[in-house]
């Protein structure tokens, strides 16, 4: 590892930013929009903060997970309709890796963003989503 005595701040969002949020009316609309600007605010300010905050030594990334394998998500799984597997089906439908993130998987992204080995790294916003924004 390098000698680097840099900081580096990181955000995270959900990896739903990409993608529209749906043409619906009344209150669930409002709230998918709602939670889109929030993400975009966060991908947005993470390429601003890198440029102006870079002369001082200063990286700013941000990570962008698909639905990850906690223990929310497993008790959510567990009320779908044929359980996990078909709630895993369901949720990875429109990823090239068909399978759910589990917390490593974004540990390691942010690991690897917040280190010395990213010591050249800034304005990063990484999706960590098993390939759902390459479709």
């Given at each position: 590892?390098?000698?680097?005595s840099?900081?580096?701040?990181?955000?995270?969002?959900?990896?739903?930013?990409t993608?529209?949020?749906?043409?619906?009316?009344?209150?669930?609309?409002?709230r998918?929009?709602?939670?889109?600007?929030?993400?975009?605010?966060?991908?947005g300010?993470?390429?601003?903060?890198?440029?102006?905050?870079?002369?001082?030594?200063?990286?700013?990334?941000?990570v962008?997970?698909?639905?990850?394998?906690?223990?929310?998500?497993?008790?959510?799984?567990?009320?779908?309709?044929?359980?996990?597997?078909?709630?895993?089906?369901?949720?990875?439908?429109?990823?090239?890796?068909?399978?759910?993130?589990?917390p490593?998987?974004?540990?390691?992204?942010?690991?690897?963003?917040?280190?010395d080995e990213?010591?050249?790294?800034?304005?990063?916003n990484?999706?960590?989503?098993?390939?759902?924004?390459?479709?």
């Amino acid at each position: 590892m390098s000698s680097h005595s840099g900081v580096s701040r990181m955000s995270c969002s959900s990896r739903q930013r990409t993608r529209s949020p749906h043409r619906s009316s009344g209150r669930s609309a409002r709230r998918c929009w709602t939670a889109a600007d929030t993400r975009s605010g966060v991908h947005g300010s993470s390429k601003q903060d890198a440029a102006s905050y870079g002369r001082y030594g200063i990286r700013v990334n941000s990570v962008h997970p698909s639905t990850v394998l906690t223990p929310l998500v497993e008790g959510i799984a567990a009320e779908f309709p044929g359980g996990l597997p078909a709630y895993e089906t369901y949720m990875t439908g429109n990823q090239s890796l068909r399978r759910l993130g589990r917390p490593v998987d974004v540990a390691y992204g942010v690991l690897y963003l917040a280190s010395d080995e990213a010591s050249w790294v800034t304005g990063v916003n990484l999706p960590i989503d098993g390939g759902y924004t390459a479709r």
